[in-house]
Every structure is written in structure tokens, then in C-alpha cells.
């Protein structure tokens, strides 16, 4: 029922920054959270940041590797969810997954897997040193 496409990876210099927008389509939801994921080669899929919103207030979360380098943020009205990184590392490379928790309430634990109902194809980012 919801059709998500990441966009904005490529590749980049290491202390470089990119943009990943992931958009959204198909069916809209009274709530839901939005979060990025990420799996470098070997490696088994992490979270790397999610944004959601209750109580009227916008509630973001990171990973402690990207923390104080990364942004999320979304443009309700495209069904658009972003994700910038700033200060990128060569251990950042990987494929980053956009997904949505339709269903999203308070007390989930955001950064499982499993919470997520839908999930992109994923886009590359690779960062040279």
C-alpha cells in the first residue's frame, strides 16, 4: 500500500556531506514514524536515525555513530523524510533504507527492525578517504 523511494546517495569525499530524501507514496497514515536504516557489505542492517510525531511535537532519534553529524527531518505534505550527513566517514559507506512504521505509537522501540511495516530499495552512499 506505500510505495517508498530513497534517492541522494553517491559518493563523496571523507568530511563530505550528502542528502538522502526517501518519498513516499500511496497510501497516507493518521500517524506513523519514518526512519532511516543503513547495511555496509558483511554487515548486518542498523538503524541510523527515525523521526515520528505525538503530541504535536516532532520527536527525532540518532544512533550514537551519527549523532551530532546527521540530521532527520521531513516535509509532511510531500510524504518526504530526509536525511542529511555531514562529516562523512569511509565506515559510513553502505546502502541506506528508508522505511515507515504505519502503525506507529508511543512506547515502540523505534530503532527495531521490526517495527517497520514498509521499506525502500535503498540507496548507495560510499565515502572515499
Known amino acids: 500500500q506505500v510505495q517508498l523511494v530513497e534517492s541522494g546517495g553517491g559518493l563523496v569525499q571523507a568530511g563530505g556531506s550528502l542528502r538522502l530524501s526517501c518519498a513516499a507514496s500511496g497510501r497516507t497514515f493518521s500517524r506513523y514514524a519514518m526512519g532511516w536504516f543503513r547495511q555496509a557489505p558483511g554487515k548486518e542492517r542498523e538503524f541510523v536515525a527515525a523521526i515520528s510525531r505525538s503530541g504535536g511535537m516532532t520527536h527525532t532519534y540518532y544512533a550514537d555513530f551519527v549523532k551530532g553529524r546527521s540530521t532527520i527531518s521531513r516535509e509532511n505534505a510531500k510524504n518526504t523524510v530526509y536525511l542529511e550527513m555531514n562529516s562523512l566517514k569511509p565506515e559510513d559507506t553502505a546502502v541506506y533504507y528508508c522505511?515507515?512504521?504505519?502503525?506507529?505509537?508511543?512506547?515502540?522501540?523505534?530503532?527495531?527492525?521490526?517495527?517497520?511495516?514498509?521499506w525502500g530499495q535503498g540507496t548507495q552512499v560510499t565515502v572515499s578517504s
Open positions: 522505511a515507515v512504521d504505519s502503525t506507529y505509537s508511543a512506547g515502540v522501540v523505534i530503532s527495531l527492525e521490526r517495527v517497520y511495516d514498509y
